[in-house]
């Protein structure tokens, strides 16, 4: 069971949690993060870095947040790996408790 990066990524980009990964399983976009499900080893070092709670569990994905694992394993498939802590977006900080962001993803 993989980890899945939901909405609250979406024009924040908090990148604390790739820095914890063992095993390079982010992948970065131009507005958020994704989780390689195939990657992914279940190990939980992520969820709590993340400033945002935009981390959880594949069996924890709010009912209304289902597509992003599917969005997770597309994405992560186009986008390349990011293994190093950048800074977040300039006005994250705006958009961190901001709701129903999917129409904002950039792809």
Not at 77 to 85: F, G, L, N, Q, R
């Amino acid at each position: 069971m993989a980890f899945v990066v939901i909405e609250n990524c979406i024009k924040c980009k908090y990148t604390d949690c790739v820095e914890v990964c063992p095993v390079d399983c982010f992948h970065e976009g131009p507005n958020m993060l994704v989780i390689d499900p195939d990657e992914c080893i279940d190990c939980t070092l992520c969820e709590p870095e993340c400033p945002v709670e935009a981390i959880v569990s594949e069996e924890d994905v709010p009912a209304d947040q289902k597509q992003f694992i599917e969005l997770n394993a597309e994405l992560s498939k186009e986008w390349p790996v990011i293994t190093e802590a950048k800074d977040p977006l300039p006005d994250a900080d705006e958009w961190k408790d901001v709701p129903g962001k999917l129409k904002y993803l950039e792809r």
